[in-house]
């Protein structure tokens, strides 16, 4: 069971909508709830990455959405160091297949999780997780710094691995992180329809034009019922409307 389950309502309500301001400190959550909130999944997940130049490579697989990256498991390991890797030729990929999940590039930096598909057309939503350590700065100001407090260092490499998958690496040994108690969780989705290998943010004219014959009713729907489009379950629920037309 993917480990989001057991968040709290209020954390699901901020992974699952559009960027909100209720404070959420990493004090108030488990270890295991941060990962689930850093991770998109418990531990590396056995995946394909499918390559635009046709290869495809099999590995266990993760996302970090916290620093956003690329995980796998390197199956033959040159020493300790070498057991995980970060994938760093995110723009050569096609698609990337997690488990029952499936991601593509945005934006050349990050992944997006496809959550809606009718094979042409598909709505990705991207994820970015912000921490942030608040400080009273002078005379009783705010202040802000970054929260990590340590983590594993990478080091830079480069080439193929034995089994000949994958160029442009990063090794370490594992992704730990020290965050204060009182690091303010904040997360920022943004939406995405990808028609090919294109992604445009969802806005009433992108919608139209990905929904041509529909496009009458979608303006007429957007116009009058107004709905919240960074929100992943309304945009949802217009595309479905719209295909019924």
């Known amino acids: 069971m993917n480990k989001l389950a057991i968040i709290p309502v209020f954390l699901m309500a901020l992974l699952a909508s559009k960027p909100v301001s209720a404070q959420v400190t990493m004090g108030d959550l488990t270890k295991q709830q941060r990962d689930s909130i850093i991770f998109a999944f418990p531990k590396c997940t056995p995946g394909t990455v499918y390559m ?20 796998f498991r390197n199956d033959k390991p040159t020493s300790p160091e070498d057991t995980l890797r970060r994938l760093d030729n995110l723009g050569e990929v096609l698609l990337i297949e997690i488990g029952d999940r499936s991601f593509v590039p945005v934006l050349g930096t990050s992944l997006g999780e496809i959550i809606w598909d009718n094979r042409t057309i598909s709505l990705v939503v991207t994820k970015k997780v912000n921490i942030e350590e608040k400080k009273a700065g002078a005379y009783g100001t705010g202040g802000s710094t970054s ?76 116009d009058e019922q107004k709905p919240d489009l960074e929100n992943p379950q309304e945009v949802i629920n217009l595309i479905n409307l719209a295909n019924a037309q």
Request: glycine residues 6%; hydrophobic residues 30%; aromatic residues 12%.
């Open 52 to 71: 635009k130049d046709g290869s495809i490579a099999k590995s266990d697989l993760n996302y970090n959405y916290y620093e956003p990256q690329v995980l």
């Open 147 to 222: 929260s990590i407090q340590s983590v594993s260092s990478f080091t830079g490499s480069s080439g193929v691995n034995r089994s000949g998958n994958y160029t442009g690496q990063t090794s370490f040994t594992s992704v730990n992180y020290d965050f204060a108690s009182n690091a303010e969780l904040s997360i920022d989705t943004r939406l995405f329809l990808l028609q090919g290998t294109k992604t445009l943010p969802v806005s009433k004219k992108n919608l139209t034009k990905a929904f041509p014959k529909a496009a009458n009713f979608i303006k007429q729907y957007i």
